[in-house]
């Protein structure tokens, strides 16, 4: 991860001034999960503190659940992600088919409000990682990658959250996203693998890319809107097509032995045939 995030602390040099420089850095998402603080002696010395007074900040910032130390591998950011659905209720969620609904739902109102902002506040650096994340979607789409699509899929919708600059949006849209990408909503294969779902998909994230980048935050909404109302058609039709074809392989199977060029008479028990 890039050095030259942490800055110097210009006055008291206290642990809570570091503490809280450090928390900024997670609240904003520039820290992010796993990321690897650099080594004791480096950090102190871009701080411009003693080692002491980073060791004291660094164990307050672990009590809080921010940081967590691996023996002799460092320190890292702990995983803050996904903490608003505790286990019981991701389960409850996979086995109730009404989240999932509500969850598109949600996430289409939530979406279209996030590229609105997004098209309003990008910076130039946003729109930088904003267009590698695209060229590497395109390059993926052109493999024929599903995972790597995919993968990029989740990538590009929390970068959008990034430069919509509003901290609640990004950590409630990363838990999403984090549910989302382990499956626990629905099957994002099912719906990539629906004839053409792969190329309106693309075609989606471009108008959305294409909305943001031109400061345009009314195409921005309908460019969200329009991509989860797709999305929520597509998995309906996916759910439908994999239950045709599970119907389908049961007939298949459960007459297939019996399958000799004519139908068999029907079978007849001892007391139908004494009537």
Known sequence: MPTDIFERIAHSRTADEVVHQIEILVL???LRVGDKLPGERELAKQFDVSRPILREALKVLEGRGLLTTQHGGGTFVADVIGQVFTRPVMELI?????ATLDYLEYRREVEGITVEFAARRATAADKALLTRLVNAMKAAHQKDDFEEEAAIDV??????????????LLHT?????RLL????FYNRAMVYNLPGARDKLLDQHLAIYDAVMAGDPEAGRRAAHAHMDFVSRAMVDAERSDNWERVSQLRFQQRAPDMTGAAKPAKHNQSEAAQ
């Open 28 to 30: 904003e998402g520039i």
């Open 94 to 98: 996979a086995r109730h088919q009404k």
């Open 155 to 168: 990538e590009f919708h929390s970068a959008i959250g990034e430069c919509a600059h509003n901290i609640i």
């Open 173 to 177: 849209l990363r838990s999403c996203y």
């Open 181 to 184: 990408a382990e499956g626990v």
